[in-house]
């Protein structure tokens, strides 16, 4: 599946965005999906991940309490809600989609990769 992320951009700590991740795929609710983040000169990290109904989700630790993973399966979307963001989270966004639906919260079993969006935190 073609994944396309969208929606990053420069914001002042304690901001919000809202990354949005869109496929051109029939079987798009057939794809758990989540997303990762890599900031400059670290490894690739996992932030969130929603199962293929939607009504399972799975947080890092950095991210529950401030983001929030949703997707509507109508649109062949999928959203990341960035709130009480921090220089910290500073990063290019990721999404990806793992055909066999399971939640992993690691970068291995996920087939489908965007080409991120990058996400400035900064005064």
């Known amino acids: 599946v073609q994944l396309v992320e969208s929606g990053g951009g420069l914001v002042q700590p304690g901001g919000s965005l809202r990354l949005s991740c869109t496929a051109s795929?029939?079987?798009?609710?057939?794809?758990?999906l989540a997303w990762f983040r890599q900031a400059p000169g670290k490894e690739l990290d996992f932030v969130a991940a929603?199962?293929?109904?939607?009504?399972?989700?799975y947080y890092a630790a950095s991210a529950a309490g401030r983001f929030t993973i949703s997707r509507d399966n109508a649109k062949n979307a999928v959203y990341l809600q960035m709130n009480s963001l921090k220089p910290e989270d500073t990063a290019t966004y990721y999404c990806?989609?793992?055909?066999?639906?399971?939640?992993?919260?690691?970068?291995?079993?996920?087939?489908?990769w965007g080409q991120g969006t990058q996400v400035i935190v900064s005064s």
């Open positions: 990806a989609a793992d055909d066999t639906g399971l939640l992993r919260g690691m970068k291995d079993g996920y087939d489908s």
């Open positions: 929603i199962s293929r109904s939607g009504d399972s989700t």
């Open positions: 795929e029939r079987t798009f609710s057939t794809y758990s």
